[in-house]
C-alpha cells in the first residue's frame, strides 16, 4: 500500500547489502541494472526521486566502498543525467579509480540496443574515414567499441521480481551467460538467495556451445 518509491528506498539498502554480499563472496565485477533508457517514461516525480536516490547512495556509501577498496564504474548516457547526479556520480568514478578490488559496475541510463547502434556509428565512421577495413571487423573488435570493452562478460545474471526477460540488458554480453530468476522482489532480495544463486551458478556445466 505505499508509493512507489518507498520501494525504490527500500531496495537502496538492497544494493549496499548485495554490494557487500558480492564482495564477501569474491566477486570480480557486480554490475546493477540501476535505471535503464526506457525508464524515462516513468512519472516525472519517480524519474525526479530515482535520480536523486543515486546522489543519496553515493552520499552514503562512498567511504565505505572506497575503504573497501571498491572501484565504481558506470556505464549508459551519462550526457542526459540532471547535473547533479552527474556530478555525484563523477566524484564516486574518480575518487575510487586507483581501487583494486571488486569492480561496482553501475548501468544508468543504460540500454543495450543504444549502447549496439553507437557501437556500430562508431565502426562505420571509421570505415568512412579509411580507419577500418569492413574485413576486419569481428566479434572482438565490435566488443571493444561497447561501454563494457573494459570487463568480462557476466558469467551469471540474476533477474529479480518474477520477470523472465532481459528489459534490453547487456544483450551481446550475456549470449553466454548463466540465467538465475527468483519471483523476490528486489528490496526483499537478501545476500542469502544471492548465495543461493552462486550456488546454483557454480553447480552449472558451462559448455559455451562446446562439449565438458
Do not use: C
Not at 554490494?19 to 557486480?30: F, H
Not at 540501476?34 to 536516490?53: C, D, G, H, I, Q
Not at 543515486?54 to 564504474?73: C, W
Request: aromatic share 10%; charged share 25%.
Amino acid at each position: 500500500g505505499l508509493p512507489r518509491v518507498a520501494g525504490h528506498r527500500a531496495g537502496m539498502k538492497t544494493v549496499k547489502e548485495i554490494t557487500t554480499a558480492a564482495d564477501d563472496a569474491g566477486v570480480s565485477v557486480l554490475t546493477l541494472y540501476a535505471f535503464s533508457t526506457e525508464n524515462w517514461k516513468r512519472p516525472t516525480y519517480e524519474v525526479k526521486f530515482l535520480m536523486e536516490l543515486a546522489v543519496e547512495f553515493i552520499g552514503l556509501e562512498l567511504a565505505e566502498l572506497n575503504r573497501k577498496n571498491v572501484r565504481i564504474q558506470i556505464i549508459g548516457d551519462e550526457s542526459a543525467l540532471p547535473d547533479i547526479t552527474r556530478r555525484a556520480i563523477t566524484e564516486a568514478v574518480i575518487k575510487t579509480q586507483a581501487n583494486t578490488g571488486m569492480t561496482l559496475n553501475i548501468a544508468l541510463n543504460y540500454g543495450s540496443r543504444t549502447e549496439m547502434t553507437e557501437a556500430v556509428r562508431k565502426i562505420a565512421s571509421e570505415v568512412a574515414e579509411g580507419k577500418l577495413n569492413p574485413a576486419d571487423i569481428s566479434e572482438e573488435l565490435f566488443s571493444e567499441h561497447l561501454l563494457t570493452s573494459q570487463l568480462p562478460d557476466p558469467d551469471l545474471l540474476i533477474r529479480t521480481s518474477g520477470e523472465i526477460r532481459l528489459s534490453n540488458f547487456l544483450l551481446w554480453q550475456l549470449a553466454y551467460t548463466e540465467l538465475w530468476f527468483t519471483d523476490v522482489y528486489w528490496p526483499d532480495f537478501t545476500r542469502e538467495l544471492f548465495f543461493q544463486a552462486l550456488s546454483d551458478y557454480k553447480g552449472r556445466g558451462r559448455r559455451f556451445g562446446g562439449l565438458l
